[in-house]
């Protein structure tokens, strides 16, 4: 089993749906945990960290399950430039991060 | 500020060829990471640097793969005798200090290496 898992997608929805993406991940003593946007052919960068309690940054909204051992990222509103592959990375250790494959993301027009 | 930078942004080469590809982190972060991100995959760690240290190398593939960092700053990642496997995206992060919570990684664009 790979240590951080994500369903690549792709997940095609039209404009102004919400959608929402889950990232598992097996090593329960992982304390932080990240949501990364990657554009084709381009680096990650940073979309939001994942805090304990859940956090919203205007359309998204992370979460944290540590019972089941996965977070989640929700995006309402959904706009063509939400188009993109979202990585999720964990953080193992006090330095090594651990990122899924990513989930591909499409809104339609 | 300037942000993480990567050269060269595309490197074409023979099998059996060395190839150097070069980082330079954000001034003042102190940790550094290299990564491999093959197509339609997520980035694989290859090795971690606090200053010019390297305390962990176990994401290097092979001993073909080595990297140094100078003066808490550039970082240099080298791949020996290339093979068609190797060709990949190298991507390089950094970031002020090496553990989690806020502590945000900043990506360079990436080295696209094709190996022929």
């Known amino acids: 089993r790979k240590e951080v898992e994500q369903d690549p997608g792709p997940f095609n929805v039209p404009e102004g749906a919400t959608v929402a993406f889950n990232c598992t991940y097996s090593?329960?003593?992982?304390?932080?945990f990240f949501w990364y946007r990657q554009d084709c052919r381009k680096e990650p960068k940073l979309l939001m960290s994942?805090?304990?309690s859940g956090n919203e940054d205007g359309r998204f909204t992370a979460q944290l399950n540590r019972a089941s051992q996965y977070i989640s990222l929700l995006i309402r509103d959904s706009k063509l430039s939400d188009s993109a592959t979202y990585l999720c990375?964990?953080?193992?250790?006090?330095?090594?991060?651990?990122f899924g494959t990513g989930t591909r993301l499409k809104v339609l027009a | 500020g300037a942000g993480v930078s990567q050269s060269p942004s595309n490197k074409v080469t023979e099998k059996g060829k060395d190839v150097e590809l070069r980082c330079d982190p954000i001034?003042?972060?102190?940790?550094l990471y290299w990564y491999r991100q093959s197509l339609g995959q997520g980035l694989e760690f290859l090795i971690y640097?606090?200053?010019?240290?390297?305390?962990?190398k176990s994401g290097l593939p092979s001993d073909r793969f080595s990297a140094e960092r100078t003066g808490g700053s550039v970082s240099t990642l080298t791949i020996q005798r290339t093979q068609q496997e190797d060709s990949a995206v190298y991507l390089c992060?950094?970031?002020?200090?090496?553990?989690?919570?806020?502590?945000?990684?900043?990506f360079g664009p990436g080295t696209r290496l094709t190996v022929l």
């Open positions: 001034s003042g972060h102190t940790a």
């Open positions: 640097f606090q200053g010019n240290s390297a305390p962990d």
């Open positions: 090593n329960s003593a992982s304390q932080s």
């Open positions: 994942v805090y304990s």
């Open positions: 992060a950094s970031s002020l200090i090496p553990s989690g919570g806020d502590n945000e990684q900043f």
């Open positions: 990375a964990v953080l193992s250790g006090t330095y090594k991060y651990i």
